[in-house]
């Protein structure tokens, strides 16, 4: 079964699992998850921990031990396995179904990983394991579920923040969930009554943003302009190079291209099953394909050889303006970009 990290203290609440898969990509939740689940196995009598790194040296027979060494005198355990980045392949899938039937009520199965992807989801392993625990995703929160985010930890913390408040405090802190949640204990430290506005924030607050690369091609694919310029003006300032933007972005210009080549043959949802594009990104190239034509596209890519060029080849001029231009040309429907020109 499947809960979200927010929900994870209110199952632990009704009772504990024999396993618990955690897999996302953000750090706080995660560790967040795994204290949560180390708490309530406590309050029930699991006091020893073993933590394996699952790599080429690992030795499973130690894992193993940890669920045949029990008597009447040994503790209840907790064994936690990290998977690496890379993922699970057929050696550790094996592994993994070995432990699935060894399980039992004295040792609690915790296994870490970085986010699923639908192969890993459907694999026997992963269905074996959920059957006897829970999976809890541990995903970074996007810019639409970040203000809700914002107002359940307020929620936790006493705070009563106001509209604008939450929303600022979701801006400055988006992809940053360890600084959001340093700056709210500050606040509830600042503030005892728990009201938070603007005032108070831009008092006792500076920005915590953390963008990506991948921030800009999401805002880039959905056409919010003035976001996409936000996020290029903090990637230059942290010293990103241009080259891994522009690199980023040709691989979604050629996708986009073969997908709008195909548009007048395929429905776009074929389209998508056949390039594996995932639910939650579907709605963004449906944004993209709808408002950039196949010649546009062609511009497009044009206008990023001459950044990549610029980037290459002219050390004294800065491609940042045109990487601007670019995100700009790229975001704005063709009676806009008219309208400009």
């Known amino acids: 079964m499947r809960i979200f990290a927010e929900r994870l203290a209110e199952q632990l609440d009704k009772s504990l ?42 030795n499973w027979n130690e894992v193993y031990d940890c669920f045949q060494a029990l008597s009447l005198f040994s503790s209840r355990q907790i064994v936690e396995l990290e998977l690496p980045e890379t993922g ?18 004295d040792t609690l199965l915790v296994v870490v990983g970085s986010k699923l992807n639908k192969a890993q989801e459907n694999a026997k392993w992963f269905k074996t394991l ?30 009563k923040p106001d509209q604008q408040a939450v929303q600022m405090l979701a801006q400055w802190h988006e992809g940053n969930l360890f600084a959001l949640v340093q700056s709210l204990e500050k606040l509830a430290l600042l503030y005892p009554d728990g009201v938070l506005n603007l005032v108070r924030l831009e008092e006792s607050l500076s920005r915590h943003n953390h963008f990506t690369p991948f921030h800009w091609i999401d805002a880039l694919l959905e056409g919010k302009a003035n976001r996409c310029q936000k996020i290029l003006r903090q990637l230059a300032a942290e010293g990103v190079e241009s080259v891994i933007l522009l690199r980023s972005l040709q691989k979604e ?12 043959q395929l429905p776009l949802n074929a389209i998508f099953e056949q390039h594996k594009v995932w639910p939650n990104k579907r709605p963004l190239y449906h944004a993209a394909l709808t408002r950039l034509t196949y010649q546009r596209l062609q511009r497009l890519l044009q206008l990023l050889t001459q950044v990549e060029l610029l980037a290459k080849t002219q050390y004294e001029q800065s491609e940042w303006p045109l990487l601007h231009q670019l995100s700009l040309e790229m975001c704005l429907p063709d009676a806009e970009l008219a309208c400009k020109a």
Request: with cysteine; charged share 15%; proline share 4%.
């Open 253 to 264: 210009l050629m996708l986009l291209l073969k997908m709008q080549a195909l548009s007048a």
């Open 130 to 159: 959920t059957q006897h625990g829970h999976w809890v995703s541990c995903q970074t929160p996007d810019m639409a579920r970040l203000p809700q985010f914002v107002q359940s930890r307020c929620r936790q913390l006493g705070l």
């Open 88 to 105: 699970v392949n057929a050696a550790i899938a094996s592994e993994l179904l070995t432990l699935s039937s060894m399980l039992h009520p």
């Open 17 to 58: 699992k024999s396993v618990y898969l955690i897999f996302g990509n953000e750090p706080l939740l995660i560790q967040e998850s795994r204290l949560a689940i180390q708490k309530a196995a406590l309050r029930q009598g699991f006091e020893e921990r073993h933590r394996f790194a699952v790599d080429a040296s690992l």
